[in-house]
């Protein structure tokens, strides 16, 4: 099972960023697929998640309006579309594969920094 994003990097505050996640190794379409991320000091925090059937989508509060989750079953693929970005988006961020407690999978992040 292989979990790769990209996409992060440094980006100007309003700017906007692009995330991917890869996935391999299991069967793409029949899990939720999930955004984290944690930043210096802090805990891991959900950010957005895409459900397998109806690709039903559900945001963090704090960053609702600013992002798109979308997945791409063909490609094994999930997205992460960050607009209007603020310093404290300035994370590391996680895709993470879930069908069951004993189906958890996690990436190992990639950087977003959001800076002048």
């Known amino acids: 099972v292989q979990l790769v994003e990209s996409g992060g990097g440094l980006v100007q505050p309003g700017g906007s960023l692009r995330l991917s996640c890869a996935a391999s190794?299991?069967?793409?379409?029949?899990?939720?697929m999930s955004w984290y991320r944690q930043a210096p000091g802090k805990e891991r925090e959900f950010v957005a998640s895409?459900?397998?059937?109806?690709?039903?989508?559900n945001y963090v509060d704090s960053m609702k309006g600013r992002l798109t989750i979308s997945r791409d079953n063909a490609k094994n693929t999930v997205f992460l579309q960050m607009n209007s970005l603020k310093p404290e988006d300035t994370a590391v961020y996680y895709c993470?594969?879930?069908?069951?407690?004993?189906?958890?999978?996690w990436g190992q992040g990639t950087q977003v920094t959001v800076s002048s």
């Open positions: 993470r594969a879930t069908m069951s407690r004993e189906n958890d999978y």
């Open positions: 190794g299991f069967t793409f379409s029949r899990y939720t």
């Open positions: 895409i459900t397998s059937t109806f690709g039903l989508t």
